[in-house]
């Protein structure tokens, strides 16, 4: 079963990974990711594209169901205004066995950055607001699973 959310709403950890380890799986992979507040960080928004954003978080999920065997994986990614400590995104992986599992969360967390289109602003508490562009190591981390597929 793979489950994909684009949603403004908070994301509810506990009820979502409840969910999603209902089905007895033999191993669960998580990543929680945070709003950190690093520089007087007040708010986090994230812009998206309504089609576009959900199709390619749905691509990715189906690729990592391609590329491991996945009992259960569910993406949920946040957009909208956030403030620090708020979770960004969920990703929960279940297989039979740990290292796909392991692998596949990783694969998600590394490969959406780069592939999946949201768009960050950060307002801090002086009343600056920037962009945030991609990163020369975010774009390192994506490509490595390119290179690892065609080994």
């Not at 191993?27 to 960080?41: T, Y």
């Not at 812009?47 to 491991?68: I, K, M, N, Q, Y």
């Not at 569910?74 to 979770?87: A, D």
Request: hydrophobic share 50%.
């Amino acid at each position: 079963m793979i489950r994909v959310l684009v949603q403004s709403e908070a994301i509810d950890v506990a009820a979502e990974l409840a969910a999603h380890d209902a089905g007895g799986h033999g191993a669960s992979a998580s990543f929680v990711g945070r709003v950190r507040g690093d520089g007087g960080l007040r708010e986090l928004f994230l812009e998206h594209h309504p089609v576009l954003t959900e199709s390619g978080l749905a691509a990715l999920a189906a690729e990592a169901a391609a590329r491991w065997e996945l009992a259960a994986l569910t993406l949920i990614h946040r957009v909208g205004g956030m403030t620090p400590g708020e979770t960004i995104v969920l990703v929960l992986a279940s297989s039979p066995h740990r290292a796909e599992a392991l692998a596949a969360v990783e694969f998600l967390i590394d490969r959406l950055k780069t592939d999946v289109m949201l768009w960050k602003r950060e307002t801090f508490g002086d009343g600056r607001a920037v962009w945030v562009e991609q990163r020369g190591s975010d774009q390192a981390r994506a490509e490595r699973w390119d290179e690892s597929a065609s080994i």
